[in-house]
């Protein structure tokens, strides 16, 4: 199993990032997918969630109308648009596949002017 993230990086506030996660080694068309994100010293917290056929999603409340999770069970990525980002949002972000306890690198997500 691997989970690869991408697409971090330094961005002021109310900027955008879109995030990518490559998934491999298990059955990614039939997982169903999480983003997760992490400050030091703090738990790891769930931001959203996509079943296997991308028809529902489910979002915490901080990320609510402004996260949108996507997936493309073809090329076996998983997706994180973030908009209106905010300095609250910096954290290292990971992408999680539900039953499988593997977890990526993450990818840092910094929001700071």
């Known amino acids: 199993v691997q989970l690869v993230e991408s697409g971090g990086g330094l961005v002021q506030p109310g900027g955008s990032l879109r995030l990518s996660c490559a998934a491999s080694g298990f059955g990614f068309s039939w997982s169903i997918m999480s983003w997760y994100r992490q400050i030091p010293g703090k738990e790891r917290e769930l931001v959203a969630s996509?079943?296997?056929?991308?028809?529902?999603?489910n979002y915490a409340a901080s990320a609510k109308g402004r996260f949108t999770i996507s997936r493309d069970n073809a090329k076996n990525m998983l997706y994180l648009q973030m908009n209106s980002l905010q300095p609250e949002d910096t954290a290292r972000y990971y992408c999680?596949?539900?039953?499988?306890?593997?977890w990526g690198p993450g990818t840092q997500v910094t929001v700071s002017s």
């Open positions: 996509i079943t296997h056929t991308g028809l529902s999603t």
């Open positions: 999680s596949a539900q039953g499988l306890p593997h």
